[in-house]
């Protein structure tokens, strides 16, 4: 019995329950896709090395491995303090080396790259970053014959240490010029 004066009550409508709608997003993902809100944001691409190649104490870094002369500065990676230094045919990170410079001609030197301690720290990004930036920094090289993902480096499809036992641990990654004066003998 309604009384007079009052309205009828209003049919509620049944809600979804959160898996009922769990359930629903899965069907509609399964038949239709995600839809454009649904969808991740594309990853950034990073452009390792970038800020050391701009960088007055790195280009000053590059100078001495090309004149044959010594160089360091240090840097702060997550409040750790790294030293980066070249002896004129070494680039060393933290002490360790890194890439290894050995005479090929009177003009050029190759540039190794040593693959154990590059994989021992592969986890920080300032030695990342140094990596790329001198295979660019050096444009005779080419492009890097290696890239980075997911902590990890590879060269192509293969970790950069997954070459080690077949290969060694040195990688050449090329030749470039130096500026070294060379001692003339008399004849």
Do not use: W
Not at 58 to 68: E, N
Not at 158 to 179: A, R, W, Y
């Amino acid at each position: 019995m309604t009384t007079p004066g009052k309205p009828p009550k209003k049919v509620k409508e049944k809600r979804q329950t959160p898996a009922e709608r769990q359930e629903a997003m899965r069907y509609n993902h399964m038949m239709y896709g995600p839809t454009a809100g649904e969808l991740r944001p594309a990853a950034k691409k990073v452009n390792y090395g970038a800020a050391y190649l701009s960088h007055p104490k790195f280009q000053s870094l590059m100078t001495a491995l090309k004149k044959g002369t010594a160089f360091t500065f240090d840097i702060t990676d997550k409040g750790k303090v790294c030293a980066i230094a070249t002896d004129g045919a070494h680039i060393s990170f933290d002490g360790k080396v890194i890439f290894y410079s050995r005479a090929l001609n009177k003009h050029e030197d190759n540039l190794l790259l040593d693959r154990e301690v590059t994989v021992q720290l592969q986890t920080i990004d300032a030695l990342v970053h140094l990596v790329f930036a001198v295979v660019r920094a050096l444009p005779e090289l080419g492009p890097a014959p290696f890239s980075y993902q997911a902590r990890q480096f590879f060269l192509g499809a293969e970790t950069l240490e997954g070459g080690i036992p077949t290969q060694g641990p040195n990688l050449l990654l090329g030749s470039f010029k130096h500026s070294k004066v060379i001692d003339k003998g008399r004849k």
